[in-house]
């Protein structure tokens, strides 16, 4: 069994080790939501799926989560599959959240 080519994040040697520059190179990075993944979830719910605050709050609460920053990985694409389920807006329409911000 061979082990995967890792990149130095520090000095940006690439090599099998498990450790270079005192950083363990075996490690995963902790999965976490961005401030624009959280913007994309909001808008995606409230303007693209028409939902209010009650029910994008009872969705987050129906995957065990109270609060959108607060999502893991498996969360987060629970979330994003229940929303796709509902129905688009009557009054969305793909461009409407770019053009009502340059219009402003």
């Known amino acids: 069994m061979t082990t995967k080519i890792r990149q130095c994040p520090r000095c940006g040697v690439r090599s099998r080790r498990l450790t270079c520059c005192g950083i363990d190179l075996g490690l995963r990075r902790r999965w976490r939501m961005t401030r624009q ?3 994309h979830v909001v ?6 799926k028409g939902l209010d605050e009650e029910a994008y709050r009872a969705n987050l609460l129906a995957v065990g989560c109270e609060r959108t920053r607060s999502l893991s990985r498996e969360q987060h694409a ?9 129905p688009d807006a009557p009054k969305w329409r793909a461009g409407s959240v770019e053009q009502n911000r340059s219009a402003a």
């Open 37 to 39: 993944m959280v913007q």
């Open 43 to 48: 808008v995606f719910a409230k303007a693209r």
């Open 78 to 86: 629970a979330l994003m599959d229940r929303l796709g389920r509902y």
